[in-house]
């Protein structure tokens, strides 16, 4: 049998372009694309994963499971032993607690532990029980067996929209409760599946976790902010800002900050990996990022609030937006000369500066030589 049989429902253009893309993604040469696939390939490297379920909408399962360009939802059940999810798997009741319990056994401390969902902490956390226990004891037990653990999204990372404020059920998420695992944060709302395959497969090769940040995050994936590498950049760079949803700027693809695009604070790689098999993205469609990956942004800011930022406007060189509109700025042919002007007289000083002496003991002996 060829290693392909290892992943009946990818083809191996897929499965190879796929681990070319997480290679990318993690920083490696492609020298490493083939100890990630051979990696993956291996039946025996396959990693126990525990998934549990706790205060959240599901949303961080549902995009994981619809990805489809490779299918990475196959290729994720294949890669890894998945032995216990309450949404994917087909056992429920006395069946699935058996499951559970065998996992963690058979695999005590060597099984990935994955979270999704914000932990209730008042009132001995009875605001969430599966299978008669609360989320806070789960969590515990589960935690205490794992090599490692994953929190995916935002509110299994931060405590997401149950922990706003007042936080009725005195919600938290996993690093405010364990303290002796290794725990790596995958936020958002929901997080690019990517970025969970690319930490997993991260594991799998290299027998470890992603280098982080400070708040738990692969700094593969969350190294860098969305605006740095947004499409509407250049727009921000000129001044070029939408109004309104409904005005012609927004439709023309104007930079969305003025609308509350939380992009110049958000640390993600939304913008460079996209969803929907990598075409598309809420600010590519024309609508604010809402900082989503973000403890302090997601649900603790309005969407229109604009997040403050070192130049919010664009340096008084630009030419102005509304050029039609008279009376509004400089016209850009001035704009142009007064930015000739200026590049010419750093030239000139700088041409003086070079025949300038290099201090008083210099200008002293050059006299003296003359």
Not at 150 to 173: H, L
Request: aromatic content about 6%.
């Amino acid at each position: 049998m060829g290693k392909e049989s290892l992943f009946p429902n990818v083809s191996r253009r897929d499965f190879i372009k796929t681990c070319i893309t997480v290679s990318a993604m993690l920083g490696l040469p492609m020298s490493m694309v083939s100890k990630v696939a051979a990696a993956a390939q291996k039946s025996d490297n396959r990693p126990a994963v525990i998934w549990l379920h706790f205060q959240e909408c599901t949303g961080c399962t549902e995009s994981l499971i619809r990805s489809s360009h490779p299918t990475v939802g196959n290729l994720i059940l294949d890669m890894i032993s998945l032995d216990y999810h309450e949404t994917l798997m087909a056992g429920s009741g006395h069946q699935a607690e058996k499951s559970l319990h065998d996992s963690m056994l058979a695999n005590k401390g060597k099984y990935i532990l994955v979270v999704e969902g914000a932990i209730p902490m008042k009132d001995n956390g009875i605001y969430c029980k599966v299978g008669g226990k609360t989320a806070l004891d789960s969590l515990k037990k589960a935690a205490d067996g794992a090599a490692a653990i994953i929190a995916i999204g935002t509110c299994a990372s931060y405590g997401g929209i149950q922990s706003v404020g007042p936080n009725p059920t005195g919600a938290v998420g996993v690093r405010d409760i364990v303290k002796d695992k290794p725990i790596i944060n995958i936020p958002g709302c929901p997080p690019n599946p990517y970025n969970f395959l690319s930490t997993v497969l991260h594991y799998v090769t290299f027998a470890k976790l992603p280098e982080l940040d400070s708040l738990g995050r692969p700094k593969f994936a969350y190294g860098r902010k969305i605006h740095e590498h947004c499409e509407r950049r250049a727009h921000f760079d000129a001044g070029r800002f939408a109004k309104s949803y409904s005005d012609s700027s927004h439709a023309e693809g104007y930079c969305l900050y003025k609308l509350g695009c939380k992009g110049p604070a958000t640390y993600a790689n939304c913008s460079v990996l996209k969803f929907n098999d990598g075409v598309a993205w809420p600010v590519g469609i024309g609508h604010p990022c809402i900082g989503c990956t973000e403890p302090d942004l997601l649900f603790k800011t309005a969407i229109a609030d604009k997040v403050q930022i070192h130049e919010p406007t664009p340096f008084d060189s630009y030419a102005p937006v509304d050029l039609k509109d008279k009376g509004k700025g400089p016209h850009p042919l001035t704009t142009g000369v007064i930015g000739m002007a200026a590049g010419a007289a750093i030239g000139v000083g700088a041409m003086m500066a070079k025949k300038l002496p290099d201090g008083p003991d210099k200008g002293d002996d050059h006299g003296k030589n003359e």
